[in-house]
């Protein structure tokens, strides 16, 4: 009869009850009447066992530690937990051979009778052997949300930080409105409706086309991680992914490569507005830019201890690069003055571009570049930089392993390219020509007049 509870009702005449409770001493039994109300519990958990009513509980006297159980003689299983300060109803049972126990409510909010119904509703389905933790678990992974499914698959896969970033910008500033949905309810009218929705022009001046499609690709592989790692009886919360449906009807923005360019007679104009802004860190990272091809990341998180000035040489790491290879480049004259320059004057900051505060890194400003441009008469995004850099690169008949090697492209297609060594001393005539020519370009209009 170890930790067995055995209840014997309405034995002989006096309607004794008898509980065998777990208890260290196990030899220990108490007997208590049912209408004896004065009777106190000798090991504070097992209580008595009356017919719960509103007069006796009324005579209740709490306990002044721990917790009395009062168990119903007329509905097994059905309880009242007794504690200082609070008095709740309770059922118990073994559902699938273990014991469970669920509170039903406070004594305050439920009459007996109530607490009765509402017991043997919970009695019928662990009868039906429902258990109420699994079920609990159950209802949990049923209502994850995007926001938690977003935050376990940042947490658990190995992602570049600018990714991580990319992840907590867009989501957020796309699917805001969705991040407390369950994941398992978007369905595909709304992929649909709010992929088309993201078509609208952005303040860069481009359609929204690409954002779009990048920000329902992150949805898509968001949904496949909950499906994944998010099971209910061996079933996925999630069976088919509703970014499918932009697939099979077709309805993916056709991916048009951006062309724009700095043209060369736009160059003066473009130099002049850049030079005549009186925030110095952001004139040297436009420059910076458009004379490397940088990535506007991989320039604007650049520190010092990326700068080799004995080599003369700028490296972005490899957990930074966009291939997630180093990029090693050499820096010429020009730039070389530039960041020296910068490096004199660094203050406290890691960073050699860095933002207010000089915490962190320069953060790329939309009215500064809308100024520029609106002087300069021409409309660029950052990326047209990277874009001219290359443009000039190649009008200077540099070779083809050159300029993928001067703008770190992995050449993972090119087999023949994956066996050329170029030595970051190979680029550096390369660098400086560059830079000569568009200290050319910039120039042409005074060498005109």
């Given at each position: 009869m170890l930790a067995r509870e055995l209840f014997l009702k309405r034995i002989a005449g006096n309607a004794l009850s008898m509980t065998l409770s777990k208890h260290k001493n196990f030899s220990e039994v108490?007997?208590?009447?049912?209408?004896?109300?004065?009777?106190?519990?000798?090991?504070?958990?097992?209580?008595?066992?009356?017919?719960?009513?509103?007069?006796?509980?009324?005579?209740?006297k709490p306990p002044e530690k721990g917790q009395i159980i009062y168990r119903d003689s007329s509905l097994l299983g059905l309880g009242l937990r007794v504690t200082r300060g609070s008095a709740s109803y309770?059922?118990?049972?073994?559902?699938?051979?273990?014991?469970?126990?669920?509170?039903?409510?406070?004594?305050?909010?439920?009459?007996?009778?109530?607490?009765?119904?509402?017991?043997?509703?919970?009695?019928?389905?662990?009868?039906?052997?429902?258990?109420?933790?699994?079920?609990?678990?159950?209802?949990?992974?049923?209502?994850?949300?995007?926001?938690?499914?977003?935050?376990?698959?940042?947490?658990?896969?190995?992602?570049?930080?600018?990714?991580?970033?990319?992840?907590?910008?867009?989501?957020?500033r796309c699917l805001g409105d969705w991040l407390d949905l369950p994941a398992a309810l978007i369905t595909r009218d709304m992929v649909e409706k709010r992929h088309t929705s993201l078509r609208k022009t952005t303040r860069q001046g481009t359609t929204g086309e690409a954002q779009a499609n990048t920000v329902m690709h992150m949805l898509g592989t968001l949904l496949n991680f909950a499906a994944a790692n998010y099971e209910i009886d061996g079933n996925p919360i999630i069976l088919m992914n509703p970014i499918k449906r932009l697939s099979h009807n077709r309805r993916w923005y056709q991916k048009k490569r951006r062309q724009t360019v700095i043209p060369d007679h736009k160059l003066p104009a473009w130099h002049d507005a850049v030079i005549s802004l009186r925030h110095q860190t952001i004139k040297d990272y436009l420059l910076l830019l458009i004379l490397t091809g940088l990535r506007r990341n991989e320039g604007a998180t650049l520190r010092w201890e990326d700068i080799d000035f004995q080599s003369k040489v700028l490296t972005i790491s490899a957990e930074k690069a966009k291939n997630g290879i180093e990029h090693r480049l050499p820096l010429s004259d020009y730039l070389n003055e530039l960041l020296h320059r910068r490096y004199l004057d660094r203050g406290d900051s890691e960073f050699v571009f860095p933002g207010r505060g000089g915490k962190r890194h320069i953060v790329d400003s939309d009215h500064v570049i809308s100024g520029v441009a609106t002087k300069a008469a021409c409309p660029f995004i950052l990326h047209d930089l990277?874009?001219?850099?290359?443009?000039?690169?190649?009008?200077?008949?540099?070779?083809?392993?050159?300029?993928?090697?001067?703008?770190?492209?992995?050449?993972?297609?090119?087999?023949?390219?994956?066996?050329?060594?170029?030595?970051?001393?190979?680029?550096?005539?390369?660098?400086?020509?560059?830079?000569?020519e568009f200290i050319r370009l910039f120039n042409q209009r005074n060498a005109d007049q």
């Open positions: 108490s007997t208590y009447c049912l209408h004896d109300f004065t009777n106190t519990p000798i090991n504070g958990k097992a209580g008595k066992m009356p017919k719960l009513t509103k007069m006796f509980i009324a005579n209740i309770i059922v118990e049972a073994r559902v699938n051979g273990t014991l469970r126990r669920v509170t039903l409510g406070k004594e305050s909010q439920l009459t007996p009778t109530a607490a009765r119904k509402k017991a043997q509703k919970v009695l019928a389905s662990f009868a039906a052997g429902k258990d109420p933790t699994i079920e609990r678990a159950k209802k949990r992974i049923r209502g994850v949300t995007l926001q938690e499914v977003l935050d376990h698959y940042l947490s658990v896969r190995n992602l570049k930080p600018n990714t991580v970033r990319t992840y907590r910008y867009m989501v957020p990277r874009r001219t850099f290359l443009t000039v690169a190649e009008r200077l008949t540099l070779s083809y392993v050159v300029l993928k090697k001067l703008a770190n492209h992995s050449g993972k297609n090119d087999t023949t390219f994956g066996y050329v060594v170029v030595d970051v001393e190979r680029l550096r005539e390369p660098m400086q020509m560059i830079t000569n």
